[in-house]
């Protein structure tokens, strides 16, 4: 699962720039700078991603009892073609719904468009860790919220890339609505998946 979400953590930002070139003519300029896309791979996602080290299929009692249970991953069904594309297309759909979204509702310049898509961004990944854990962990937790935290406190500290002054109850009810759209269809296409043919954990 971590090098799925390494793939999609790639792919979702790459669609976003494709869709802003796209929409703004072809234009040779980076919806997000230097210093942003850094922030993104690094201080950003990496904490609650590679936290997904510490999720847990079953616990070690239930392993011990039914040892059948791990030929799933012994098997490769978890990394296969399917799940790939299944990662693939949950990137297209996500890039496309934060790009477009903020487009599309919201008639805003292009200072704000980079901070309502980035904060979608980085809150929709945290929301897909969330939606990816068998069981969730105090690490996975702790990982999450401290990125938040250092992502909010580097919107108050670094406001050469965001625009501050944008910041309102507004702008946060933009965000929120970005970001359930871009998350929540797919989560509960995947609890319903999960429900009607469930796997062996």
Request: hydrophobic share 55%; with cysteine; proline share 4%.
């Amino acid at each position: 699962m971590l090098g799925q979400f390494v793939i999609h953590r790639g792919l979702i930002i790459s669609v976003i720039q494709a869709i802003f070139s796209i929409i703004f003519y072809f234009v040779a300029i980076p919806i997000y700078n230097g210093a942003l896309i850094l922030g993104y791979s690094t201080v950003y996602t990496t904490m609650p991603v590679f936290s997904l080290v510490f999720d847990r299929d079953v616990n070690e009692t239930t392993v011990m009892k039914y040892p059948p249970l791990y030929a799933t991953l012994q098997k490769g069904r978890e990394l296969n073609v399917k799940t790939f594309l299944i990662w693939f297309f949950m990137s297209i759909f996500q890039g496309c719904v934060i790009m477009l979204g903020t487009i599309l509702f919201f008639n805003e310049p292009f200072t704000n468009i980079v901070t309502i898509t980035f904060s979608a961004l980085i809150i929709t990944e945290l929301l897909n860790v969330f939606s990816s854990v068998h069981h969730m962990s105090w690490k996975i937790v702790v990982s999450s919220v401290a990125t938040l935290f250092i992502y909010i406190l580097s919107i108050a500290l670094l406001p050469v890339y965001f625009q501050t002054s944008y910041i309102t109850w507004e702008f946060v009810f933009k965000v929120v609505c970005i970001t359930l759209a871009s998350w929540l269809p797919l989560h509960v296409a995947a609890l319903i998946v999960k429900r009607v043919d469930p796997n062996e954990f």
